[in-house]
């Protein structure tokens, strides 16, 4: 894995962190319970490899009235985690309802949830 940089930017709260990471010419933004760079990099090297697994997909919420918002995300397919979902600029507050999250992966539909184990991939 061709780890560029890891550096913890921010303290978010107590123990957590905004650890900006850089992997082959890929930047994620992290946040967790980091306490320092080693953590942070094991963690980075357990989930985000050189594997295949690893793939950009799309993330997509439906929300009432048919509204969908899709935005980027990565998947790693062996653990079935969805990961670095990017945060969208778009209105949301009128939106009450959320119908149901999926990921699109070579433009095949996944079910996706914040538990694991209730759909076909999870995120935390």
């Given amino acids: 894995m061709d780890i560029k940089g890891i550096e913890i930017v921010e303290n978010i709260w107590k123990d957590h962190y905004k650890v900006q ?3 082959n010419g890929c930047e994620f933004y992290l946040y967790k319970n980091f306490k320092t760079k080693d953590e942070a990099e094991e963690f980075v090297c357990t989930y985000l490899s050189d594997n ?3 793939r950009e997909a799309k993330f997509v919420s ?11 995300c990565y998947v790693n397919t062996d653990e079935k985690l969805v990961f670095n979902i990017e945060i969208t600029d778009e209105k949301i507050e009128t939106l009450e309802i ?17 538990e694991k184990g209730e759909c076909e991939y999870w995120y935390k």
């Fill in 21 to 23: 990471v850089k992997i």
């Fill in 52 to 54: 295949p697994a690893i």
């Fill in 62 to 72: 439906e929300w009432d009235d048919g509204y969908t918002i899709t935005t980027k």
């Fill in 98 to 114: 959320l119908n149901r999250e999926y990921i699109i992966i070579d433009g095949v539909e996944y079910s996706v949830s914040p």
